[in-house]
T-cell receptor, first 110, second 111 residues
């Protein structure tokens, strides 16, 4: 998907588990974003990072954590504190003039 | 915080017809963008219109922007079955690069 890769495509989580979603980009962009999408709904911002070693909470950060140790990578951890994690997760990179999105990770609680 | 709201939520048309989707937003913007999402995939950037522009074209896409009404429309002419997807508008938040997305319009083009 245009230089940004999300993995895995499907992920299953047991109750009480933490899981980590991967997002890697080779577009040399400073900014990266994580969104959550529920069925039939729009995108809600979880976390974003505009520079390495710095990140900010979005609208629905509770139950999630991120790190930004490298410019290319912005992994998202869904913790056990997130009570309703089943959703489609999208990573994006870019600036105000346009984002490039990954192909998404579908997370299901089993 | 949801900035944009699309209308209608769902639209079903026949191949060859035109499809029009509308987006309203609440605060001042630098630009407005439209994205497309095929089922189960990521979003793809379609077109950007700046706040000082009123209309923009790209292939079969025409976007208009009315900043006085805080609204935009996306017109897809001569639609094809392959245009079936969800379409989202997005606006910048005037705070350094974050985009805020609307709820989307689900377009179904029947052959």
């Amino acid at each position: 998907d245009g230089g940004i890769t999300q993995s895995p495509k499907y992920l299953f989580r047991k109750e009480g588990q933490n899981v980590t979603l991967s997002c890697e980009q080779n577009l040399n962009h400073d900014a990266m974003y994580w969104y959550r999408q529920d069925p039939g709904q729009g995108l809600r911002l979880i976390y974003y990072s505009q520079i390495v070693n710095d990140f900010q909470k979005g609208d629905i950060a509770e139950g999630y954590s991120v790190s930004r140790e490298k410019k290319e990578s912005f992994p998202l951890t869904v913790t056990s504190a997130q009570k309703n994690p089943t959703a489609f997760y999208l990573c994006a990179t870019g600036q105000y003039y346009g984002y490039t999105f990954g192909s998404g990770t579908r997370l299901t609680v089993v | 915080s949801q900035q944009g709201e699309e209308d209608p939520q769902a639209l079903s048309i026949q191949e060859g017809e035109n499809a029009t989707m509308n987006c309203s937003y609440k605060t001042s913007i630098n630009n407005l963008q439209w994205y497309r999402q095929n089922s189960g995939r990521g979003l793809v950037h379609l077109i950007l219109i700046r706040s000082n522009e009123r209309e923009k074209h790209s292939g079969r896409l025409r976007v208009t922007l009315d900043t006085s009404k805080k609204s935009s429309s996306l017109l897809i002419t001569a639609s094809r079955a392959a245009d079936t997807a969800s379409y989202f508008c997005a606006t910048d938040d005037n705070q350094g690069g974050k985009l805020i997305f609307g709820q989307g319009t689900e377009l179904s083009v029947k052959p």
